[in-house]
């Protein structure tokens, strides 16, 4: 299933998408947070309801500890796709990093409740809800 509407089909529109893609991966890759957020902004032009990348984005902001731009991101990839659970592990970092733990903690239960297996996502729900209580 396809979840990227791409608004240009022009090749420049698409080449400007993978290049943004491919680079913002790359910038992640070396910890370039804010250049992995500004490559992957120029792809959403192209496609701005691609869900995958803006979970990216949502990632470069907070590693960035820019928690609120972050969730903002996180928001806007759940209400894309609400039954990803990656969408709601990326609000739980969020939030995590804005410190509203128990926020945080709900977030990531609710992406166990779509992937019961996830260690990542129980790891975090663990360590959020330990700094609740």
Not at 51 to 79: F, P, V
Request: include cysteine.
């Amino acid at each position: 299933m396809c979840h990227v509407i791409i608004k240009s089909v022009e090749p420049e529109g698409f080449e400007k998408f993978l290049q943004g893609k491919r680079n913002g991966a790359k910038a992640f890759q070396d910890e370039q947070y804010v250049w992995a957020a500004y490559w992957y902004s120029q792809a959403l032009e192209v496609a701005p309801t691609d869900a995958t990348l803006i979970s990216n984005r949502s990632a470069c902001y907070a590693c960035l500890q820019q928690g609120s731009e972050a969730l903002m991101d996180a928001t806007e990839c759940i209400s894309l796709r609400p039954d990803w659970p990656k969408a709601h592990y990326r609000a739980g970092v969020a939030l995590s990093v804005l410190k509203r733990y128990g926020e945080a903690a709900d977030a990531f239960f609710k992406g166990l409740t779509l992937d019961p297996r996830n260690k990542e996502l129980a790891d975090a729900f663990r360590f959020n809800f330990i700094c609740i209580n």
